[in-house]
Each structure stands twice: as C-alpha cells, then as structure tokens.
C-alpha cells in the first residue's frame, strides 16, 4: 500500500471563482446586476452548493451582495472605501519600488525594462485589456521584486476592486497608450538604485491614478 498515492483535487467552488471573479471585474456583470444561479449552475455544470461557497467568497471580497430572497448582486464599489485602498497600495507599492532599488535584482530589472518597453510602442489601436496587462505586470514585477512575499500577497488582496474599477476606466475614458504616465520616472529610479526616489516617484504615480480613476468610481 506504500506505493498508493491520492490525487486531491480543490473543491468545485475554488475551481469555479477564478471565472466568476473575472466575470465581475471585467465587467460581464455590472452593478446591480443579479447573477442567475441556474444559468450558472448550468454553464458550470454543477449544485448550487458550490456556487453558492463562491458567491460567499466573492460577498468577502466585496465584489457581491448577498441578499434574502433576492439572491447575489453584484455590489458597487464605494468610492470612500477605493480612496482608503489606493492609499495603503500606493504605500504598499512605493516601499517596494525603494526595495527593489535598493536590492538592485538583476532579473526584476530586465523584466521592468522590458515590460516599459512593450508599453511605449503601443498604439491608438492598442486593446485596453492589453495595456491593463503591461500595466499589471510592471506593478506586479515591482512588487515581487521585493522579495517580500507578504507585500506580494497583500497586493493581490487589494487589487480585486482596484482591478474591477481600472476595467471600467479603460472602457469608458482613456486610449491605452496614453495611461503609462510615472513608469519612465520609476524606472529611472530603480536603475540608479535610489530608494527614496523610487519610493517617491511610484507614490506619486499611484496617488496621480488613484485621483483619475475615483473621480469614475462616484458615477454610476
């Protein structure tokens, strides 16, 4: 029996919420809108238990709401509570940039030129969705770069509505290639491996997005 060995596999409300998710984010469904457990279930080809766990997973994340008799609607963002998320990202962000100029990661850096470099040759016929990737990437890469495991994990948690809202703000308001504003100064700051300048250059880039893209978050 020793050679036996057991496949876990994760629980069907985990497979499913990734979709889910990014469903919400992208803005498959909107705000108010109610999400149809049996057209799901059917999609999915599973109970409503499960999806029911991954609605509750969502409600926590405050990307849904829960309500009697009703069932899950997809919440609104509110705008105070995106002010107080950008503000703990931008310090989030801003510590790991000075680390990571201060560590000087040879890979994170060919990474970061790289992913700046795909970002100034796009163009007006650029997809929002592929500027949202780059722009992703070189935030994320920062991030990692830190080496802090704990910072990267933090960052993904406060990303969720932070994502959803930056979907919205590409849709509605700015060609792609025109968004990137605060890399050049970033990245400079890294490769001369001066902290405090890093540190200042991503608070200011974050904080100058933050106030663009909550002026969208109290529309409706």
């Known amino acids: 029996m020793s050679g036996i060995s057991f496949v876990t596999r994760p629980p069907i409300s985990t497979q499913i919420l990734p979709k889910l998710r990014q469903d919400i ?3 498959h469904w909107r705000p108010g809108d109610r999400l149809p457990e049996p057209l799901l279930c059917e999609q999915f ?6 999806l029911r766990d991954a609605f509750r997973v969502l409600e926590a994340e405050g ?3 829960l309500v009697v008799n009703v069932g899950a609607v997809v919440s609104r963002p509110c705008p105070k509570e995106l002010e107080g998320t950008f503000r703990v990202l931008a310090l989030l962000e ?3 940039a000075e680390q990571v100029a201060l560590r000087q990661p040879a890979d994170c850096l060919t990474a970061l030129r790289q992913i700046h470099g795909h970002m100034e040759r796009l163009d007006q016929s650029s997809s929002p969705r592929t500027y949202f990737q780059l722009n992703d ?3 994320r890469t920062v991030v990692d770069g830190a080496g802090n495991p704990v910072l990267t994990t ?3 948690q406060l990303m969720i509505q932070i994502t959803r809202l930056r979907y919205t703000y590409y ?3 700015l060609s792609p290639a025109r968004t990137g504003g605060g890399h050049p100064e970033v990245l400079l700051a890294l490769e001369q491996g001066d902290g405090p300048q890093a540190f200042a250059a991503m608070r200011e880039h974050v904080e100058a997005v933050a106030r663009r893209m909550l002026v969208l978050a109290g529309q409706p």
Not at 45 to 50: A, E, H, K, Q
């Open 154 to 156: 933090m960052r993904e």
């Open 94 to 96: 801003a510590g790991a």
């Open 45 to 50: 080809g599973i109970s409503r238990t499960p």
């Open 137 to 139: 990437a070189f935030h």
């Open 25 to 27: 984010i992208e803005g």
């Open 63 to 65: 990307l849904l709401k």
């Open 171 to 173: 849709r509605r308001q």
